[in-house]
């Protein structure tokens, strides 16, 4: 039992992981999937967005160099108007043979200009400038011949588009060549981007710079575990309930009905066989057909823990059928010595309808053997009223050469009602009164009477429970025909039986 309640526990936490593996592990990949587009998508928006910001640099360049040729004290009014009416904007310089001579700021200047500073000879991310040492911007860079305008962005403007994003873990970086610019506002040389999960870049088509997008987690494992804590503490909720209603349900008491009707569609009900002899030379001559319960966890049930359970429900009916159908197909196998008893027990709830007719006419028509007896035993433990039906019933069954026998006479109910009313031919001597022989005179009085009444009435005996050779030979003083009880063998399982009695009888 105990190992049964391990192995349903085991099932119930393997179905808890798999439950887990299967909501979550599609749900990851797709979290995979969604975050490396949805960091694609964060870098192309950046760069789209820093694009717009350059080229406003890049028309106030085209506007300066339309002053080329003309002295700084003509034109640096002009760029200081630049400066205030086109957006991002924050200086505007003109340079000619790499020398900056006019700028927005200072006006007239002298300033180097290296147009190898500058990737593609168009931009520049600089620390900082005169002005603001550590103040990074971006310098655009546009060429006519010999002249050259030089439009500053403030990199607060790109600091402030890197770092107003959705999500806080998400982290942009614009690189120019090997310079970068964190969200932060931080001018870098080597950043550790590759640490970022779902790291994606994306390079402008139009400007020599790249945005690089990525969240700031250790791991794909941590960054899915941190983003999705709704969905998996629900996750976890119906893993955990639906393993823990099932175990539930596996280990929750059942119905004693429902149980017996599990197992009856199950056929564990299994025919077992006791011998009963003859008293005076101990020959076998018959068997009497024992119903044992072969429960899958609980192993072999005796009839009296679940037989009441089964008469009370009406069970016992198909059980009973079953028994019949499959004890014939055993017998049916051996050829068997004449007059050969079978004996199964009926109550009298099988006596209600026409069931137990056709059962008894199925069992005779596949053991297909004449030499088989089969005897009905009638339990005492239900009244059997005397109706029409009752004794057409009977009447139709000794027509067909089953006969009635009394089972622990004396016992139960009506005894000698059943004696005067019905037509029973054998009284079965209950085991309460053997055992008692040589123990307790009252009971062999008991007996004695008992046997003296079917003497008279000219009935057949059997004395059940027999276990010591005292009482065999008791019994057989007193002329009782037949005996059953473990001295003569304990029930087996038919098919067992069958093969033991053709090794030894048989031959």
């Not at 607060?156 to 120019?176: F, G, M, N, P």
Request: aromatic share 10%.
């Amino acid at each position: 039992m105990r190992i049964q309640y391990q192995i349903k526990g085991i099932t119930c936490l393997f179905l808890m992981l798999i439950m887990l593996v299967i909501l979550i592990f599609p749900m990851y990949l797709y979290y995979l999937h969604n975050t490396n587009k949805w960091t694609l998508l964060s870098a192309q928006k950046a760069v789209s967005t820093i694009n717009s910001i350059l080229d406003y640099g890049e028309q106030a360049n085209v506007i300066a160099l339309s002053y080329k040729g003309l002295p700084c004290d003509r034109v640096s009014l002009n760029l200081r108007h630049e400066v205030t009416s086109i957006p991002y904007v924050r200086s505007v310089n003109l340079a000619k043979d790499n020398l900056i001579y006019c700028t927005s700021l200072f006006g007239e200047s002298t300033f180097q200009d290296t147009p190898s500073d500058y990737v593609n000879h168009k931009l520049l991310l600089m620390p900082g400038n005169r002005v603001k040492k550590n103040h990074p911007l971006i310098v655009v860079r546009t060429s006519n011949g010999d002249t050259a305008a030089l439009s500053g962005i403030d990199g607060l403007y790109i600091q402030t588009l890197l770092s107003q994003q959705e999500d806080d873990k998400l982290l942009l970086y614009i690189r120019v060549h090997n310079k970068w610019l964190s969200e932060g506002g931080s001018f870098l040389k080597n950043p550790s981007v590759n640490s970022l999960f779902a790291l994606k870049s994306f390079t402008s088509p139009k400007y020599p710079f790249s945005v690089y997008a990525g969240l700031d987690f250790g791991s794909s494992l941590s960054a899915f575990l941190n983003q999705n804590k709704v969905y998996l503490f629900f996750v976890a909720i119906i893993s955990l309930v639906l393993p823990t209603f099932m175990w539930w349900q596996l280990t929750r008491p059942i119905s004693f009905d429902r149980e017996l009707t599990r197992a009856l569609k199950n056929n564990e009900f299994i025919p077992y066989a006791q011998p009963i002899v003859d008293a005076f030379h101990r020959h076998v001559i018959g068997i009497e057909i024992l119903m044992r319960w072969h429960h899958p966890v609980h192993g072999i049930i005796r009839p009296d823990l679940f037989i009441p359970q089964a008469e009370e429900s009406g069970l016992i009916i198909p059980m009973t059928k079953n028994l019949f159908i499959s004890t014939a197909k055993l017998l049916n196998q051996f050829s068997l010595p004449s007059k050969f008893h079978v004996s199964i027990n009926i109550t009298a709830m099988h006596c209600n309808g026409m069931q137990l007719l056709y059962d008894c006419q199925e069992f005779l028509a596949m053991v297909n053997n004449s030499n088989i007896k089969l005897v009905l035993e009638l339990t005492e433990r239900q009244k059997l009223d005397n109706t029409p039906h009752i004794a057409s019933l009977f009447s139709t069954l000794n027509n067909l050469g089953v006969t009635l026998a009394i089972d622990d006479f004396g016992t139960g109910h009506s005894s000698l009602s059943y004696l005067n009313e019905f037509n029973v031919k054998t009284l079965k001597i209950d085991l309460s009164f053997v055992s008692q022989i040589g123990k307790n005179s009252l009971s062999e009085h008991l007996i004695d009477n008992v046997i003296d009444l079917g003497k008279r009435l000219n009935m057949s005996m059997i004395a059940e429970g027999v276990e010591t050779n005292e009482q065999a030979e008791f019994l057989k003083s007193r002329e009782v025909s037949y005996l059953q009880g473990y001295l003569f063998g304990k029930p087996e399982p038919l098919s067992e039986w069958l093969l033991s009695y053709k090794n030894e009888y048989l031959k």
